[in-house]
């Protein structure tokens, strides 16, 4: 290393294995103060593995940790946070029915004659946001504020006054560009104090946005690290993806023809007071509708209207030009409507289960309780999956639970593929997940659309859209306001049409 | 993806401890091996008038009520509920039973009315918990607090006594005995091995452990979770309402106030034994059944060892502790961590 001074934290030779899988192999990171270093690799590459190993979450099998040049012993989450490593993980893990001051104080109530001094709590728990500017009731529950919120809160509490580094772990999943950027600004802050941040994202965009510097892990190997300046995009992407990028930038230029002919699924002035108002919107076979708007604008809404998971109390679905009654998922399913939903802890897996048993539920709730699929037909159906769709597990009785979040993200999507659909439709089918998995995703997204099959893609991304859609429709404050289709679906159109001018 | 490792013996052992019989089936092994030490000729099986005698059978004989009971509890259980009414299901039903033959109804009737009975039990709870959306545990509690006083109810039709009845048709099903194996051992066989097909040659199981495990989830994916935690809560009653008809057949009385009585907290730890999770997402049919074999085995072997009848709840806790603590990760690295240090 050029650099002369000593790294804040350095990682040395680190390896890993679970059984079955080798995590880590012989890793290096530094990390030097005041510094945002990205460390980027797609899912099951070892970034989870790596920040649990600093973190004290996991125990490592060989190599040694520094911090300001000194060896030291991180055995626990509570070694490392006594030596001033912190670390915001993916999922919030703050529990939502208590107040905000509650959350803040969880480990260490401030105590007056062997009591919790709730004054003291509050003051503490404003002092802690104060240092995020960050200004808000602390006596209501953290559940009834925006995701974002409650990813800053997630934050305060992890910084403690001699926080050395800070781990955050994809901590803009969830956010829309104006939460970014106020997140950002918080980094800003943060680094200009001396705290080393270590990024995990997904958004390339915002790697450049903010880091320093750059690791990139694939497959449990370091395979590139330097400064953001020396590592160009395609640069960047062919390391994380260890191939050369022609097949990721193929599917940008490959808008399939306008389908044309009726529609396979039609919302007529579909909508439920309160949730989603009138609409209309149809899918036809062959095409992917994308459905774009802000966090909170009604995407999911309107994809859970259309798949019966939300009852409306107004309009009509039609289905092959015949109108569905009363809707819900099973009768959608079994009528070639499939879902994938966007937050896959809570709606998608069922982690206990096996990857086999998660791949083949959709499909059997389709053919009902009594003709269960044979054991040898659901073995080849996952394996079917799990080659297509590329998921990372080591065999197909793994417990979901147990596989990396964009791992999880694929076999939630394998379970609506394997129920046969002709209607797909998608939640922000690539939130959390990396580069190559998103280019495996789309490029399916784009095989199935060939095939004849009618996609609904709702996402905050709007290249995301930009790229795959052939229409899009535009979402503002729970209200359909615009429509798009061929050349006129551009990103600034469809910010635009958001913004309402 | 890397390669998976080779299996070593190390990595053989692992499979085998972590293998979720192994713990229960060693414990049993254990109680048995103590019982074998303690009581001479207590693995002697002779055949007494024309059927089988001992203790082993005397084991099985007696686990009958309870295993059925945990057989419904673990589907109930892996819906990520609870079923607390068991023991007082049994009383209703044999509270029902009494009545009826006290009324002149034919027995063969009597035994559909009683399973009726049971059934009907299911629907209550399943209703409170699937429609009404209650706890489980509040929901089922309410007929476990109620059904004891609804068999005094019932007794009271016809004066109130606790009088006693004959039946060839329920005893057959209950003391009976076809050729040398008892009945009940043959009807409970019968019993499982419909539930299983129900569970494992259906999708049924698979629904159930979708609904346990993410509920949300299990709706989105088409389950009708709702229909789901009803039929549980059905087969749980069902269940109790056959452990009902043996025992009320076994006393030939109704006696609602002790009949089957902390029967649900013994089904309930046959199910953990077993290695079901009260979080729900998972049921194990066979090792529950293994499960209620531990159970009474343990009871049995408590009576027999002549220790005073007060020590056998007390025993039957510490030796049901220690299993469960086998079958812990957390406490078997923690024994092992510190074997180590011991060694160092």
């Given at each position: 290393m050029a650099d002369t001074s000593t790294p804040r934290i350095e990682l040395l030779g680190v390896s890993k294995s679970f059984p079955g899988v080798?995590?880590?192999?012989?890793v290096e990171l530094r990390l030097n103060a005041g510094e945002v270093h990205a460390l980027l690799g797609e899912n099951g590459a070892g970034k989870s593995t790596l920040i649990k190993i600093m973190t004290g979450a996991v125990p490592r099998d060989a190599g040694e940790i520094r911090l300001d040049g000194r060896p030291v012993q991180i055995g626990t989450t509570a070694d490392a946070r006594a030596l001033g490593i912190s670390t915001v993980y993916?999922?919030?893990?703050?529990?939502?029915?208590?107040t905000v001051t509650k959350n803040l104080t969880l480990e260490r109530q401030p105590r007056r004659f062997g009591l919790i001094s709730w004054r003291r709590a509050r003051a503490l728990a404003r002092q802690r946001l104060k240092r995020l500017n960050l200004e808000i009731?602390?006596?209501?529950?953290?559940?009834?504020?925006s995701v974002a919120i409650q990813q800053l809160v997630a934050i305060a509490r992890a910084l403690?006054?001699?926080?050395?580094v800070l781990v955050l772990d994809?901590?803009?999943?969830?956010?829309?560009a104006t939460e970014t950027e106020l997140l950002f600004q918080i980094v800003r802050d943060l680094k200009a104090s001396g705290i080393a941040i270590v990024f995990i994202t997904h958004f390339l965009d915002q790697v450049y946005q903010i880091a320093d510097r750059i690791s990139v892990l694939r497959n449990g190997r370091l395979v590139g690290t330097g400064p953001t300046a020396e590592l160009p995009r395609l640069k960047l992407i062919s390391l994380m993806?260890?191939?050369?990028?022609g097949t990721v930038e193929a599917h940008l230029a490959s808008h399939a023809s306008l389908a044309s002919g009726e529609p396979v699924l039609a919302a007529k002035g579909l909508g439920r007071r309160r949730t989603m108002a009138p609409f209309d919107l149809s899918l036809r076979a062959g095409e992917v509708v994308g459905l774009a708007g802000l966090?909170?604008?009604g995407r999911t809404e309107t994809a859970k209207l259309l798949f019966g998971a939300i009852r409306p109390d107004s309009g009509e679905l039609v289905l092959d030009g015949k109108p569905v009654p009363h809707n819900s998922p099973r009768q959608s399913l079994r009528s070639g409507v499939a879902f994938c939903p966007e937050d896959r802890k809570a709606e998608g897996?069922?982690?206990?289960?096996s990857v086999r048993e998660n791949i083949m539920l959709a499909l059997q709730t389709k053919r009902g309780w009594l003709r269960r699929l044979g054991r040898d037909e659901q073995k080849r159906l996952a394996q079917e999956m799990i080659k297509a769709l590329a998921?990372?597990?080591?065999?197909?009785?793994?417990?979901?639970?147990?596989?990396?979040g964009g791992n999880q993200q694929k076999v939630v999507l394998a379970r609506s593929l394997a129920s046969q659909p002709k209607v797909l439709i998608l939640d922000e089918?690539?939130?959390?997940?990396?580069v190559g998995a998103h280019a495996d995703v789309v490029r399916l997204i784009r095989r199935l659309c060939s095939e004849g099959l009618a996609l609904l893609v709702a996402s905050s991304e709007l290249d995301e859209l930009v790229a795959v859609s052939d229409r899009v429709a535009v979402l503002r404050d729970r209200r359909k306001v615009g429509e798009m289709a061929g050349a006129d679906i551009t990103r600034e159109n469809i910010i635009r049409t958001i913004a309402g001018r | 993806m890397t390669a998976p490792l080779p299996p070593s013996f190390s990595g053989r052992l692992r499979e085998l401890t972590s293998h979720r019989a192994t713990w229960p089936l060693l414990a049993l092994a254990v109680i048995l091996v103590v019982d074998g030490f303690v009581a001479p000729g207590f693995f002697t099986i002779r055949i007494v008038e024309g059927r089988l005698f001992g203790s082993l059978i005397d084991i099985l004989y007696r686990a009958v009520p309870t295993a059925l009971v945990a057989l419904g509890m673990a589907v109930v259980i892996g819906t990520k509920g609870i079923d607390l009414s068991v023991g007082s299901i049994i009383a209703v039903v044999g509270a029902t039973i009494a009545w009826r033959i006290q009324e002149g109804d034919p027995h063969f009737v009597i035994l559909l009315t009683a399973l009726g009975v049971g059934l009907l039990c299911g629907l209550w709870n399943g209703f409170l918990v699937a429609?009404?959306?209650?706890q489980p545990i509040i929901a089922t509690l309410i007929l476990m607090v109620s059904g004891r006083g609804i068999g005094l109810m019932i007794n009271l039709i016809y004066g109130g006594t606790n009088p006693s009845f004959t039946s060839p048709l329920l005893q057959g099903l209950s003391v009976g005995s076809i050729g040398l194996v008892p009945t009940r051992l043959i009807v409970f066989a019968a019993v499982f091995v419909a539930l299983w097909l129900l569970i494992r040659r259906t999708a049924l199981g698979l629904f159930v452990e979708a609904v346990g495990g993410n509920a949300a989830a299990a709706d989105l994916a088409g389950v009708r979770s709702r229909l789901i935690k009803y039929s549980a809560y059905l087969i749980s009653g069902l269940c109790a309402g056959w452990a009902g008809v043996i025992l009320t057949a076994d006393t030939?009385?109704?006696?609602?106030?002790?009949?089957?009585?902390y029967i649900e907290l013994d089904a309930i730890l046959a199910v953990v034994i077993g290695?079901?999770?009260?979080?729900?997402?998972r049921i194990y049919l066979g090792m529950t059944v293994l499960g209620a074999l531990v159970i009474q085995t343990l009871t049995t072997s408590i009576l027999m060892s002549?220790?005073?009848?007060?020590?056998n709840l007390l025993v039957k806790a510490v030796v049901v502790l220690f299993v469960l603590l086998l079958q812990s990760n957390n406490a078997r690295n923690a024994v092992l961590a510190l074997v180590r240090r011991r060694k160092r």
């Open positions: 080798r995590a880590l192999e012989n993916q999922e919030v893990n703050l529990i939502p029915t208590m009731d602390t006596e209501k529950p953290l559940g009834s504020y403690e006054d001699d926080t050395r994809e901590p803009t999943a969830s956010l829309d993806l260890g191939r050369e990028l966090l909170g604008s897996l069922l982690g206990e289960l998921i990372a597990t080591p065999d197909a009785e793994k417990p979901v639970g147990q596989l990396s089918p690539t939130r959390g997940i990396d | 429609v009404l959306d209650i030939h009385t109704s006696d609602p106030v002790s009949v089957a009585l290695g079901g999770s009260l979080a729900g997402g002549g220790l005073p009848p007060e020590y």
